[in-house]
């Protein structure tokens, strides 16, 4: 799409690869975009020794409450290592109910849209052995958002990029923001 945030970064056919077995000694981290009406995002993501993640699963669903999304979330990773940090939106009322149906604590996340775009950027973009530091594997969703599909929108995280575009229309804003 013309306008893409990370148009010089995301690049498909490098950053989604085939599942592959996570080893147990990788860390985990579980990142969390609470939503009812827009989607309620949860990542699952594994830590290699060389700082590369690997997004590993993803619920990405509307119109679900929060306990019952951590519900399934726990019982989806009961044979998993816990997760290092569980980074979320900052909402203090959705924090609380996740944590008290995973039984995980969580950091709230920080919000600066300028600076989260600008380190997936420099996860995105390739280093000097040739590799970028984000991959996402494919057949991570766990379910499909069928409403979601039937307003021809995104129903994965993958799915945004191409649709995450600079706001060009607002000549009064002072800064680069993408479209909301």
Request: charged share 35%.
């Amino acid at each position: 799409a013309e306008g893409m945030v990370y148009e010089d970064e995301w690049d498909p056919a490098v950053h989604l690869i085939d599942r592959f077995d996570i080893p147990d000694s990788w860390d985990r981290y579980w990142s969390v975009d609470f939503g009812f009406r827009n989607p309620f995002v949860w990542q699952a993501w594994a830590e290699n020794p060389d700082g590369e993640l690997f997004r590993y699963a993803e619920i990405y669903r509307t119109g679900e409450l929060v306990e019952d999304l951590a519900k399934q979330i726990k019982e989806l990773t009961s044979d998993e290592p816990r997760p290092k940090a569980v980074i979320c939106d900052t909402d203090a009322e959705d924090r609380a109910t996740f944590e008290k149906h995973t039984g995980v604590r969580t950091k709230a996340a920080e919000k600066a849209v300028t600076t989260g775009i600008q380190a997936m950027q420099g996860r995105l973009r390739r280093k000097k052995n040739g590799r970028p530091s984000l991959y996402f594997l494919r057949d991570s969703l766990i379910s499909i958002d069928h409403s979601l599909i039937d307003k021809s929108l995104p129903y994965c995280t993958e799915q945004e990029f191409e649709s995450y575009v600079w706001d060009t229309e607002n000549s009064k804003k002072i800064k680069e923001e993408p479209v909301k």
